[in-house]
């Protein structure tokens, strides 16, 4: 189970801001359509991460355990630096993606945006930290979900009263904690 909560907790204070989160805000602004737009989020989400988290878990086979706990002891650690920087979204549109409907649009944009980008990174981090590929999965979708549904339904009212850089310095803190954790030998029985 602390593979879903810590996935689940990390995943939405990282998106707070993200660019998928931008993403988000920027698709219910252009559609004002929540329902295919959040539907294309989830679909989204869970091919991206369940891809990342496959990727994560042969990973953590591959390299052993001695290994693989300095590779995601200084992954958390460089996590926690990264989530600090930052997102901007290209607004350029393509033509042919706004022709596809809202939820295709927001299927694609959402899977290509979410590539190499921080959440994504965390859930192979994540998957290969925990032995539970179904329960990071199903926490990285939802740390996404409660992130990006506020976004979408209520973006405008909300953007400005969310204080960026705090929520992005505790989930900086709790990347150093697990990096720092796992760094010390923390999760030694967790099967890699």
Same mark, same amino acid.
């Given at each position: 189970?602390?593979?879903?909560?810590? /996935?689940?907790?990390?995943?939405?204070?990282?998106?707070?801001?993200?660019?998928?989160?931008?993403? +988000?805000?920027?698709?219910?602004?252009?559609?004002?359509?929540?329902?295919? !737009?959040?539907?294309?989020?989830?679909?989204?989400?869970?091919?991206? &991460?369940?891809?990342?988290? +496959?990727?994560?878990?042969?990973?953590?086979?591959?390299?052993?355990? *001695?290994?693989?706990?300095?590779?995601?002891?200084?992954?958390?650690?460089?996590?926690?630096?990264?989530?600090?920087?930052?997102?901007?979204?290209?607004?350029?549109? *393509?033509? +042919?993606?706004?022709?596809?409907?809202?939820?295709?649009?927001?299927?694609?944009?959402?899977?290509?945006?979410?590539?190499?980008?921080?959440?994504?990174?965390?859930?192979?981090?994540?998957? +290969?930290?925990?032995? /539970?590929?179904?329960?990071?999965?199903?926490?990285?979708?939802?740390?996404?979900?409660?992130?990006?549904?506020?976004?979408?339904?209520?973006? *405008?009212? !909300?953007?400005?009263?969310?204080?960026?850089?705090?929520? &992005?310095?505790?989930?900086?803190?709790?990347?150093?904690?697990?990096?720092?954790?796992?760094?010390?030998?923390?999760?030694?029985?967790?099967?890699?």
């Amino acid at each position: 189970m602390d593979a879903f909560l810590i /996935s689940t907790g990390i995943v939405a204070l990282a998106e707070i801001g993200d660019k998928t989160q931008l993403l +988000a805000f920027l698709l219910a602004a252009r559609f004002r359509r929540p329902l295919p !737009i959040v539907l294309g989020i989830f679909v989204a989400t869970i091919a991206n &991460h369940a891809f990342a988290a +496959a990727a994560g878990t042969l990973v953590a086979r591959l390299l052993g355990p *001695d290994a693989m706990r300095w590779v995601l002891g200084i992954a958390f650690l460089a996590m926690a630096a990264w989530i600090m920087v930052p997102d901007t979204i290209d607004e350029d549109e *393509d033509p +042919a993606l706004a022709r596809l409907g809202v939820f295709a649009t927001t299927v694609l944009a959402f899977f290509f945006a979410e590539m190499g980008d921080k959440t994504q990174v965390a859930t192979v981090a994540l998957a +290969a930290r925990y032995a /539970s590929l179904p329960l990071v999965v199903a926490g990285t979708t939802l740390g996404m979900m409660l992130a990006n549904v506020p976004a979408v339904l209520f973006g *405008d009212r !909300i953007a400005g009263r969310v204080p960026l850089q705090l929520v &992005h310095g505790c989930a900086a803190l709790i990347f150093v904690a697990l990096g720092v954790a796992t760094l010390l030998g923390a999760g030694g029985n967790l099967g890699f």
